[in-house]
């Protein structure tokens, strides 16, 4: 997907729901190489489908997300794509916060 520039349809029932573990597999993928700004949008949209209905556990705790979040915010100085960085970072927070709560019962 990275090198691409694509996702397709059956790449958010793959990538989907693996949270921290598919910003694990970016951080191998990428290795230190400087992105183009489309191959950040598409690591933004990985890992937005990556924290969508994700289970509690190990993998919901967004701690190399968050990392991988940060390094994509400093290295563009385009502010249309900080500001989709910084919503991917609140809504996997969110994500991460409603899989940390337990569920009541009705």
Known sequence: MLYQGITEGHDDGVVGGTGD??????????????????????????????????APGPDAEPRTALFVLRQLDLSTNDSQLRGRVAKTRKYIADEFSKSTKPLTQP
């Open 21 to 54: 573990a598919a910003a694990v597999i970016i951080t191998k993928v990428v290795g230190g190489r400087s992105l183009s700004p489309s191959q950040i949008d598409v690591v933004v949209a990985v890992l937005n489908m990556a924290f969508g209905d994700v």
